[in-house]
C-alpha cells in the first residue's frame, strides 16, 4: 500500500468528514488489489463512534471487505502472548481508599475525612497518568522540593505508597496493562514486523500509551498514521514555536509537534491523505491564525493583512451572545426546530451539560427528542435518587422531612398498591407538619395509625417504622455489611407492605446499572474494610455520580447533542458550538492535591494545559464546519460571564482587521445571531400582557363571615383583614414547614411552657432558689421541645441573663396567680359573635383587683399601639369584667402588662383609667358592626406595622404586583366563590 521510504505520517485539514474521507483513501490505495486484500488492512481508530461512522461509511460504499477494525485502546495481541488481567478499577479504588484514610488518620489537618472518595479518585488518575506516560515512582521520589511548601513535600511523602502498584505485586491497572499490551506489540513488530498495512487513524497521541502505539504503527514497512484536523495553514515559525510544554501545551497543534518529534519527523513531512479540500478553507485561515500561540499574537498584524476577504470567510458564521443561558437554550433550540423542518443534520457541540438539558427541555415543547450521546448521571436517575435516598438513612436520626422525601419517591411501594400508599404518606405527612415529633418513631407511627380509619394503615405505620426506624445507630461496619443492608432496605421499602416483588427498582436502564453498582461493590466489599455509614453514603454517591445511563427511546434521527471529544466524528450539515464560556469551554483545570505544574513537568508527567489544549483542537475542528453557529451567555445565575478564549481571540482579531473588512463581518456574525434571539424573545412573550393585580378587599357574603375571633385576631382584623378572610372563610391555613426552624414563634411557646411550669410550681424559695428552679425547668422543657443544639444553648443563654430580674420582679409583685394559660369567651349576642382569649396570665392584687400579664420575646408593643392596633390585652381586660372568664367571673382589672423577656427586659404596663375599657369595647362593637356589612371588604395589609413585614397570604393576594400606596379594589363574593 505505501512505498519504502515514504513518509509515514498523513493528515486531513479541520472541517473534513474525517471517516468518509479516511474509507476514500484506503479506496483509492487498494483500487488495484484484489477484493481480500482491503480485508488484510488492520486499522486502529481512536473511539467507538469513529469505528461505527467507519464502518457505515464502508457499507454506504457498496458490498466489500471490511479492514479489521480495532480501537486504539484495545490493541490486539495474539494468543500466545500472556497478559495478567487488569484489576477491576473499583478494587484499586477501595485499596487507595484505605491507604488515604490512613493517611488522614496520622494528619488530619491534610484534608477533612469528606473528601477520601475524591483523594482516592485523584489518586487513582495520577496513576492511572503516571503508567500510562511511562513515569516510574522513583521519578516523582527524585523531585526536588526544596522551594516549594511544605504542603508538596508532605504529598511527594505519601506518594511513596503508590509504590508497590508499580513492582508488580499487585495486579496492574487497565492503563498499564494497555502499555504492556502496547510495548510486547511493538517488540514482535519489531522482530518480526507484519506485511499487510497497519493503520492508526482519529488519534492525537495525547496520552503516553497511544503515542508509543503510534510510534511502533509508523516505524513498520506498512504503517501509517492518519492525523486528524491538522492546521495545514500555518506556517513553520509557528510550528517552531510549539517547542515548549510549557508555553505551548494549551494550543490545538501541539501534540501533533510531540508526535512528529517522536517519529522523527517534521512538519514539512506531513502529507494529505487524500486531496480533500475543508468546507471552509478561508475561515480555516482566520482560525488558525486567532489561534497562534500566545507568545507570538504579534504577528496578527502582519499575517493579518494577507487573510482574505473577512466578510467572505465568516460568510457561514453565527455569534449568539443571549443576555442569560436560558435565551441562548432557546435561542439553540429554535434552530434545531429550523433545521427539523427543513431535514438538515444538525449537531450541538457543548460541554456544558445542563445547557444541554435547557436545550433538550426547550425542544420538548414541540415533541422533539435529540439523540443526547452523553445519557445521564446514574446519581440523577429514579433508582439512583432512591438508593442515595435510602443511604442517607443509615446513621442519621430519621426526620420529617427525610421520611417523606423517601415516601413520595415513585419507586417506594411501587409492586403494589401505590395509590393507597400515597393516600396514607399525605395524611402522614399533614399530621406530622401540624403535630410533629420532629424526629418520627415507631411509637409514633404506629399513634397516627390507630386514629386513622382505615384499619389497614397500621399495617401500612408497621411497615414503615419496621423499615426506617432505628438506623441512627453511627458505628463502623464492614463495607459488606453496608451494602448488605443497603440493598435489603431499599428492596423492602420499594416492594411496599402488600407484596414480595422489589418494583421498579431494578428495571430499566437506569435499574440495571443501580443493581450493577451494587453487585460491584458487594463484590470488592473485601477490599473497602470497616466505615462509617457516613462514610458509605459517600462512596456510594461518588460512583452513581460516575456512572452514566442512557435510556432507550426514540429520538430524532437527524438532530444531535454531543461533547467536545466527538466532534472529530461529526458529520452534519450545521454544527452549534454551545457554551462558549471561560470555566465551560475550556475547563478550568482540576486542582491536582499532589503535584503543582513545575513538579509534573520535572516528572515528565502531563501538564494541567493538555485539557485545554484537546479543547481547542476540537473547538477548531468544529468550528470548521460548512455552517457554524457559536453561541454564549453574557451572563449566569451569578455575575457576567468571561467569554472563551478562541472567542476572545477570533472577535479581537476581526475587529483589528478593518482593511479585510473584519469589523463588517464580525457585526454580520452578531445580527444573524440576533436574529434567533429575537426569535426566542417573541417566543417567550406571552400573547397579551397581563395586567398587574390590584389590592384585593373581597367582600364575601356576611352569612359566611366569621362569628368567632380570638383577640389576637382582632389585632390581625385591624392590621390585615384580608388574612382573616383567607384563613375564616377560605379556610386556608398555613402549612408548617417540613423542617421546623427554630424562630420566633418557636422560641415564643417554649418560653411560655417554661414561665407557665414555673407559675404552677409555687414554693417558698430564696431567690436564688428560684432561679435556679426556673433554669432547671428551662433545661427539662428544651430538651423536650427545642431539637436544634445551636438553639437550645442560644436560648437557654438568653434566659439565664434575664432570670435574676425576672426571679426579682416575681418575687416584689404582690399579686397572686389565678388564671395560668386558661381559655375564656364572651358572647356579643346583639352581633351574633364570641369573642376568644387565652392570657398567659391573671394575678389578683391584695386589693382584689385583676391585672393581667403577657409575657413577649420580642419587643413588647408601645401604648400608642395598643391603642390602635394591637388590643389583646385591653381586650382580655374588658372580657374580665364583663364575665368572660369563667373561673373569675366579672372582675374589676386594675392594670394590664407586657413583660418583655428579650435584650432589655422592657415592660410596658398601662393602667385601666375609669372610661379606658369602656371605650375599647365600644370600638369592637364598631369593628365587629363594620365588617358586618356586605359593603365593607377585607383589605389586604390595611395597616402592618413594617412594609417589610411578611404576611401568611401576600402571596395569595399577590402582593409584589401591587404596594402599599395602591388603593383597595373592592369585589363583591357569591356563597359559591367564596366556598
Not at 451572563?635 to 472567542?647: K, N
Request: hydrophobic share 45%.
Amino acid at each position: 500500500m505505501f512505498e519504502a521510504g515514504s513518509p509515514r505520517l498523513f493528515t486531513l485539514p479541520p472541517g473534513a468528514d474525517f471517516a468518509a474521507a479516511l474509507v476514500a483513501g484506503l479506496k483509492e490505495r487498494v483500487a488495484g488489489d484484489p477484493p481480500e486484500a482491503m480485508a488484510s488492512v488492520e486499522l486502529y481508530v481512536n473511539s467507538g463512534r469513529m469505528l461505527k461512522a467507519v464502518r457505515e461509511c464502508f457499507l454506504a460504499s457498496g458490498a466489500g471487505y471490511l479492514p479489521r477494525l480495532r480501537l486504539v485502546t484495545d490493541p490486539f495481541l495474539p494468543p500466545d502472548e500472556a497478559m495478567p488481567a487488569a484489576i477491576p478499577p473499583l478494587r484499586r479504588r477501595l485499596e487507595l481508599t484505605q491507604l488515604i484514610a490512613g493517611l488522614l488518620n496520622a494528619q488530619p489537618d491534610l484534608a477533612p475525612r469528606a473528601a477520601i472518595y475524591d483523594l482516592a479518585d485523584s489518586l487513582a488518575n495520577l496513576i492511572d497518568e503516571m503508567q500510562g506516560e511511562g513515569v516510574p515512582p522513583e521519578a516523582l521520589s527524585a523531585l526536588d522540593v526544596s522551594d516549594h511548601s511544605a504542603h508538596w513535600k508532605r504529598a511527594q511523602d505519601f506518594l511513596s505508597i503508590v509504590t508497590p502498584f508499580f513492582t508488580g505485586e499487585s495486579p496492574p491497572d487497565a492503563e498499564a496493562r494497555r502499555r504492556m499490551a502496547v510495548k510486547a506489540l511493538a517488540r514482535r513488530w519489531q522482530s518480526s514486523p507484519p506485511s499487510h498495512p497497519v493503520l492508526i487513524a482519529g488519534s492525537t497521541g495525547s496520552r503516553g500509551t497511544t503515542a508509543l502505539l503510534m510510534q511502533a504503527v509508523a516505524a513498520l514497512p506498512q504503517g501509517a498514521i492518519i492525523l486528524p484536523g491538522v492546521d495545514g495553514d500555518m506556517p513553520q515559525s509557528a510550528w517552531a514555536e510549539l517547542d515548549d510544554a510549557l508555553t505551548s501545551e494549551d494550543h490545538p497543534q501541539f501534540r501533533f509537534r510531540r508526535l512528529m518529534e517522536l517519529c522523527g519527523q517534521s512538519p514539512a513531512d506531513l502529507r494529505p491523505w487524500i486531496p480533500c479540500s475543508p468546507p471552509a478553507p478561508e475561515r480555516n485561515r482566520l482560525i488558525s491564525l486567532s489561534l497562534r500561540p500566545a507568545p507570538v499574537t504579534d504577528r496578527w498584524l502582519t499575517e493579518g493583512q494577507h487573510l482574505p476577504d473577512l466578510v467572505l470567510a465568516a460568510q457561514g458564521m453565527t455569534l449568539i451572545e443571549a443576555p442569560s443561558p436560558r435565551a441562548e437554550a432557546l435561542a439553540i433550540a429554535l434552530v434545531l426546530r429550523e433545521a427539523a423542518e427543513t431535514d438538515r443534520e444538525v449537531a450541538l457541540v457543548t460541554a456544558d451539560r445542563l445547557l444541554a438539558r435547557q436545550v433538550v427541555a426547550a425542544l420538548d415543547r414541540w415533541g422533539i427528542t435529540p439523540d443526547d450521546s452523553a445519557g445521564q448521571p446514574l446519581g440523577v436517575s429514579a433508582p439512583g435518587r432512591f438508593l442515595r435516598h435510602v443511604a442517607a438513612l443509615f446513621g442519621e436520626k430519621l426526620t420529617v422531612e427525610t421520611l417523606l422525601v423517601l415516601l413520595k419517591h415513585p419507586i417506594t411501594s411501587s409492586a403494589e398498591g401505590r395509590g393507597p400508599h400515597l393516600l396514607f404518606t399525605r395524611a402522614l405527612e399533614l399530621h406530622l407538619r401540624r403535630h410533629g415529633p420532629l424526629f418520627p418513631t415507631v411509637d409514633a407511627l404506629s399513634a397516627w395509625a390507630a386514629g386513622h380509619k382505615d384499619p389497614s394503615a397500621q399495617v401500612w405505620a408497621k411497615w414503615i417504622g419496621d423499615a426506617v426506624c432505628g438506623l441512627d445507630l453511627g458505628r463502623s461496619r464492614q463495607l459488606a455489611d453496608h451494602v448488605a443492608r443497603h440493598r435489603a432496605l431499599a428492596e423492602a421499602l420499594a416492594r411496599g407492605p402488600w407484596s414480595e416483588a422489589t418494583g421498579a427498582l431494578w428495571e430499566r436502564e437506569a435499574g440495571q446499572a443501580a443493581s450493577a453498582v451494587i453487585e460491584d461493590l458487594a463484590r470488592e466489599a473485601e477490599n473497602g474494610g470497616a466505615m462509617t455509614a457516613a462514610e458509605y453514603r459517600d462512596l456510594f454517591t461518588s460512583l452513581t455520580n460516575q456512572t452514566e445511563v442512557r435510556q432507550s427511546i426514540s429520538v430524532h434521527p437527524r438532530i444531535r447533542i454531543i461533547g467536545t471529544r466527538e466532534a472529530r466524528e461529526c458529520r452534519a450539515d450545521l454544527v452549534i458550538l454551545g457554551g462558549l464560556n471561560d470555566g465551560v469551554w475550556p475547563r478550568l483545570p482540576s486542582p491536582d492535591p499532589w503535584l503543582n505544574r513545575q513538579m509534573r513537568k520535572a516528572a515528565g508527567l502531563l501538564l494541567p494545559e493538555r485539557q485545554i489544549g484537546l479543547s481547542a483542537h476540537d473547538y477548531q475542528q468544529a468550528v470548521a464546519a460548512r455552517e457554524v453557529i457559536l453561541t454564549r451567555a453574557l451572563r449566569d445565575a451569578e455575575a457576567e460571564t468571561v467569554p472563551s478564549r478562541w472567542i476572545n481571540r477570533l472577535t479581537n482579531l476581526m475587529a483589528g482587521l478593518p482593511d479585510r473588512n473584519g469589523p463588517d463581518a464580525l457585526t454580520a456574525m452578531r445580527d444573524r445571531g440576533q436574529r434567533w434571539l429575537d426569535l426566542a424573545r417573541v417566543l417567550e412573550r406571552p400573547d397579551a400582557p397581563s395586567p398587574p393585580a390590584p389590592r384585593p378587599a373581597p367582600r364575601p357574603p356576611v352569612a359566611l363571615r366569621p362569628r368567632k375571633l380570638p383577640v389576637t385576631g382582632i389585632s390581625r382584623l385591624i392590621r390585615d383583614p384580608y388574612a382573616i378572610y383567607a384563613r375564616y372563610i377560605l379556610r386556608l391555613y398555613p402549612l408548617d414547614p417540613l423542617r421546623p426552624a427554630p424562630d420566633a414563634l418557636a422560641r415564643g411557646s417554649i418560653l411560655h411552657l417554661i414561665l407557665e411550669r414555673f407559675m404552677r410550681e409555687q414554693v417558698e424559695e430564696t431567690a436564688e432558689m428560684a432561679r435556679l428552679r426556673l433554669l432547671s425547668i428551662a433545661d427539662d422543657v428544651l430538651a423536650k421541645e427545642a431539637p436544634w443544639p445551636a438553639a437550645r444553648a442560644l436560648w437557654r443563654a438568653r434566659l439565664e441573663r434575664v432570670a435574676p430580674a425576672f426571679v426579682a420582679r416575681e418575687r416584689a409583685a404582690e399579686g397572686t396567680p389565678l388564671i395560668l394559660e386558661e381559655r375564656g369567651a364572651i358572647r356579643l349576642p346583639d352581633l351574633d359573635f364570641t369573642l376568644t382569649a387565652r392570657p398567659d396570665r391573671i394575678d389578683e392584687q391584695p386589693d382584689g383587683l385583676l391585672h393581667i400579664l403577657d409575657y413577649k420575646t420580642g419587643a413588647p408593643p408601645t401604648k400608642k399601639q395598643q391603642e390602635k392596633f394591637d388590643k389583646q390585652l385591653l381586650l382580655e381586660a374588658a372580657m374580665a369584667e364583663r364575665g368572660g372568664f369563667a373561673a373569675l367571673g366579672p372582675r374589676q382589672v386594675a392594670r394590664v402588662t407586657y413583660v418583655g423577656l428579650g435584650a432589655g427586659a422592657k415592660i410596658e404596663s398601662t393602667e385601666i383609667a375609669a372610661d379606658l375599657l369602656d371605650r375599647v369595647w365600644n370600638e369592637l362593637l364598631a369593628l365587629i358592626r363594620q365588617y358586618g356589612r356586605q359593603d365593607q371588604g377585607y383589605a389586604s395589609r390595611r395597616a402592618m406595622f413594617g412594609e417589610r413585614q411578611a404576611g401568611d397570604y401576600d402571596h395569595l393576594a399577590r402582593f409584589g404586583e401591587w404596594d402599599m400606596s395602591d388603593p383597595p379594589s373592592a369585589f363583591t363574593l357569591t356563597a359559591e366563590s367564596a366556598e
